[in-house]
């Protein structure tokens, strides 16, 4: 191979002339033959050759004596087709495009969940996802299953606060959402050693988008409950990993690429959370992997010189009381779960627990009266406090109305509060999943019908303001939005041309217009 010497010319590097080395024409090989007035063996010169002067040892290509074959520059042959043409070679190919790619893996994906383990679609994926894939089928993932929510907004907080990670949010949205982070193109999270998402922040629009599938604060996000996700496999392989679109094992899951890296305790080096970006193709750059895991190795410094600072152990943590919630979406006889028991409670009884959930502060009796009864009829309503009062004292004590006014000495979680907070955090496709149907659905009380109107409306505005086609197919499938022409048109314009869904729609939409 002839290399170019910048500033030096061919005469100064061979030592001969720049014109006579540049009518030579490679055509097929050098052979050694005959030694130069110093005795060293000199490239024969043949009719291929044109141009090198046979007794100039200055012009000659020397060679080593051991193999004369050596000499032969075989990378400067061009092989040939019939008619002429170079034949390109396999290095010389173009590389396969992501989306060649994705379509590539999507398909392995697809036959390994067929059973077909052996299929040589799976050479076209990195072994890394093979096994997390593989791991995944073990743990019976399921492949379009949304993510638990193991936290829920109480006891977020309360986690969150005592958590290692929350002392270094401020340093994690510096180096990843510097500026404004709202319009940032990518949503960071940082979770705990188990997978659980304790904080979701970023660009709004994506936000609202990956809230779709569950990816939302207080969701586990572990391997072995979603599958194949970058959170979620770094903590299982304890390293950095970047999963592309149709790696994930999940289909929810595969619009979108992520990069994350374990985080470990500075001193005992165990696992104590993940950070993770997600977005498009920008967030599993080369670079966006040098940077989570130069921001983890940032954390733990930061960490380490906090502890230096306080000198001193941290108080020791109080375990949180047992949750009580109120199960009050699609039943008329509500169920009260508490410390492990489940109570069915009667149709007044459940009216008056949800009022007195939801009012927090207290009503009077004139007040509760009106809402249960509709009039003032506090004569009534008082015998049916003390029958209340006797069901919940022997399981749930702590939740036996006090008077004047009647209120619950501790808080009552509502499964409609659960949707509402899902909403808050983007997590429609959970929220929805989690709306078992309207409040107390035969309660006619005034009170439950304004609460049973009041996350109607919550549920829809929310769906229809932000939520994806998907989620709006799903939703109009309900009973609430089965007939609601605005949930209807707004599928068919969010829908594709070409999609069959739209036929169906259309009729939906003629039969209520002709109605």
């Given at each position: 191979?002839?290399?170019?010497?910048?500033?030096?010319?061919?005469?100064g590097?061979?030592?001969?002339?720049?014109?006579?080395?540049?009518?030579?024409r490679?055509?097929?090989?050098?052979?050694?033959?005959?030694r130069?007035?110093?005795?060293?063996?000199?490239?024969?010169?043949?009719?291929e050759c044109?141009?090198?002067d046979?007794?100039?040892?200055?012009?000659?290509?020397?060679?080593?004596?051991?193999?004369?074959?050596?000499?032969?520059?075989?990378?400067?042959?061009?092989?040939?087709?019939?008619?002429g043409?170079?034949?390109?070679?396999?290095?010389?190919r173009?590389?396969?495009?992501?989306?060649?790619?994705?379509?590539?893996?999507a398909?392995a994906?697809?036959?390994?969940?067929?059973?077909?383990?052996?299929?040589?679609r799976?050479n076209d994926?990195?072994?890394l996802?093979?096994?997390?894939?593989?791991?995944?089928l073990?743990?019976?993932?399921g492949p379009?299953?949304?993510?638990s929510?193991?936290?829920?907004?109480d006891?977020?907080?309360?986690?969150?606060?005592a958590h290692?990670?929350a002392?270094?949010?401020?340093?994690?949205r510096?180096?990843l959402?510097?500026?404004?982070?709202?319009?940032?193109?990518?949503?960071?999270?940082?979770?705990d050693a188990?997978g659980?998402l304790?904080w979701?922040e970023?660009d709004r629009?994506?936000?609202?988008?990956?809230?779709?599938?569950?990816?939302?604060?207080?969701?586990?996000?572990?391997?072995?409950a979603v599958g194949t996700?970058?959170?979620?496999?770094?903590?299982t392989?304890d390293?950095?990993?970047?999963?592309?679109?149709?790696?994930?094992f999940?289909?929810?899951?595969?619009?979108?690429?992520?990069?994350a890296?374990?985080?470990?305790?500075?001193?005992?080096?165990r696992?104590?959370?993940?950070?993770d970006?997600t977005?498009g193709?920008?967030?599993?750059?080369p670079?966006?992997?040098?940077?989570?895991?130069?921001?983890?190795?940032?954390?733990?410094?930061?960490i380490?010189?906090a502890?230096?600072?306080?000198?001193?152990?941290?108080p020791?943590k109080?375990?949180?009381p047992?949750?009580?919630?109120?199960?009050?979406?699609?039943?008329d006889?509500?169920m009260?779960?508490?410390?492990?028991?489940?109570?069915?409670?009667?149709a007044?009884?459940?009216?008056?627990?949800?009022?007195?959930?939801?009012?927090?502060?207290?009503?009077?009796?004139?007040?509760?009266?009106?809402?249960?009864?509709?009039?003032?009829?506090?004569?009534?309503?008082?015998?049916e406090?003390v029958?209340?009062?006797?069901?919940?004292?022997?399981?749930?004590?702590r939740?036996?109305?006090?008077?004047r006014?009647?209120?619950?000495?501790?808080?009552?979680?509502?499964?409609a509060q659960h949707?509402?907070s899902?909403?808050?955090?983007?997590?429609?496709r959970?929220?929805?999943?989690?709306?078992?149907g309207?409040?107390?659905?035969e309660?006619?009380?005034?009170?439950v019908v304004?609460?049973r109107?009041?996350?109607?409306?919550?549920l829809?505005?929310?769906l229809?303001?932000?939520?994806?086609?998907?989620?709006?197919l799903?939703?109009?499938e309900t009973?609430?939005?089965?007939d609601d022409?605005d949930?209807?048109r707004?599928c068919?314009?969010?829908?594709?041309?070409?999609?069959?869904?739209?036929?169906?729609?259309?009729?939906?939409?003629?039969?209520?217009?002709s109605?």
């Amino acid at each position: 191979m002839v290399r170019r010497f910048a500033g030096a010319g061919v005469d100064g590097v061979f030592g001969g002339s720049g014109t006579v080395l540049n009518r030579v024409r490679w055509r097929a090989g050098v052979s050694a033959r005959g030694r130069g007035p110093s005795g060293r063996r000199r490239a024969a010169v043949g009719p291929e050759c044109e141009g090198f002067d046979d007794d100039s040892g200055s012009q000659g290509v020397t060679v080593p004596p051991s193999r004369e074959s050596d000499a032969r520059p075989r990378l400067a042959k061009t092989t040939v087709t019939a008619d002429g043409s170079p034949v390109p070679s396999p290095w010389s190919r173009p590389p396969i495009s992501p989306e060649t790619s994705g379509l590539l893996i999507a398909r392995a994906h697809e036959e390994l969940l067929a059973g077909n383990e052996e299929d040589r679609r799976l050479n076209d994926v990195r072994p890394l996802v093979q096994e997390s894939w593989r791991r995944s089928l073990a743990s019976l993932v399921g492949p379009e299953g949304l993510p638990s929510l193991d936290l829920a907004s109480d006891e977020l907080e309360a986690y969150r606060r005592a958590h290692p990670l929350a002392g270094v949010m401020d340093m994690v949205r510096a180096l990843l959402l510097p500026g404004t982070a709202e319009e940032s193109g990518v949503v960071v999270a940082v979770g705990d050693a188990a997978g659980r998402l304790l904080w979701v922040e970023g660009d709004r629009h994506i936000r609202a988008l990956t809230g779709d599938m569950g990816f939302v604060a207080g969701a586990n996000w572990a391997e072995d409950a979603v599958g194949t996700s970058a959170p979620g496999t770094a903590l299982t392989l304890d390293q950095s990993v970047q999963i592309r679109g149709a790696e994930h094992f999940n289909r929810l899951v595969q619009p979108w690429s992520c990069t994350a890296a374990p985080v470990h305790d500075p001193e005992s080096r165990r696992l104590i959370g993940v950070i993770d970006v997600t977005g498009g193709p920008e967030a599993v750059t080369p670079q966006a992997q040098l940077l989570v895991d130069a921001t983890a190795r940032a954390i733990e410094s930061e960490i380490l010189v906090a502890r230096l600072r306080a000198q001193q152990a941290p108080p020791p943590k109080r375990s949180a009381p047992s949750r009580a919630l109120l199960r009050i979406l699609g039943r008329d006889r509500a169920m009260l779960e508490v410390g492990g028991e489940t109570l069915e409670l009667s149709a007044r009884h459940a009216e008056i627990l949800l009022l007195l959930a939801v009012h927090r502060e207290g009503l009077s009796a004139e007040a509760l009266s009106e809402a249960v009864y509709g009039h003032a009829a506090v004569e009534t309503l008082r015998p049916e406090m003390v029958r209340l009062r006797r069901v919940l004292a022997p399981v749930a004590p702590r939740l036996v109305p006090a008077s004047r006014p009647y209120r619950l000495p501790d808080a009552l979680e509502t499964d409609a509060q659960h949707v509402l907070s899902l909403l808050d955090r983007g997590a429609h496709r959970v929220a929805l999943a989690a709306y078992a149907g309207p409040v107390l659905p035969e309660s006619d009380a005034p009170g439950v019908v304004e609460a049973r109107e009041s996350v109607r409306s919550a549920l829809r505005e929310a769906l229809l303001a932000e939520a994806g086609v998907d989620v709006l197919l799903a939703y109009a499938e309900t009973a609430d939005a089965r007939d609601d022409e605005d949930v209807l048109r707004l599928c068919l314009a969010m829908l594709p041309a070409r999609s069959p869904k739209r036929a169906g729609l259309v009729a939906r939409l003629e039969r209520l217009d002709s109605a």
